[in-house]
């Protein structure tokens, strides 16, 4: 009966201190709650600035935020200024036209690293749209370079040609050599013609 007795009190007490205890929170990784330009925003202005505030307070030697343009360049920015959970980099060069791709990396609390992107766009009516790369064009020592190998290869084309010039010249004419081997075959058959009417005779 007594074991009964304890053992309801002590479930009793287990259950008690259940309830009383409140309810801990589960740790939640960082996350991006707002972002200035906004994700997908089409812009009439150039921003200066690309500001991300976060859900947690960020590390600033684990915050990363950078900024490129439609051909993937990154465009020059400052580091990332960082004032609890929120952090700013200044644009260094005005944006042109285009669609810009803002990328961050930072660390939550726990120490697990939370990484994204997202996109905006510049449509100022007043502003040039974003040039498109040049082709390259060849250096003036490239291009010197290649006058010199034409020039080169102009003057070696006579060089060889009175190279071939001079072959011909040193040898015979294959007229002259057919008709001397003729001249050979017809004399040494009315040689031989002449020696059988002797041994005839």
Known sequence: MRTRTVS???AALFTTALLLV??????????LQEATPARDARLTTAPTQVTLRFLQRLNPAFT??????????????SAPAVD??????TIEEPLANG?????????????HPVQGSY???VADPAAPPAAAPSPATPSPAASADVSAGAAAGADASPASA???????????PVGILVGGAVAAV???GVTALLLRRRRAS
């Open 84 to 89: 609890g959970a929120t952090g700013t980099v």
């Open 22 to 31: 409140p309810a801990t929170p589960a740790a939640a990784h960082n996350s």
């Open 119 to 121: 996109r905006f766009t």
């Open 64 to 77: 990363t935020i950078t900024l490129r343009d439609a051909t993937d360049r990154q465009v020059p920015a």
């Open 186 to 188: 017809a004399a040494a």
């Open 8 to 10: 309801a009190l002590l």
């Open 162 to 172: 009175d190279a071939s010039t001079g072959a011909d010249d040193g040898g015979l």
């Open 99 to 111: 669609t810009y791709t803002v990328v961050y990396r930072v660390v939550s609390r726990d120490g």
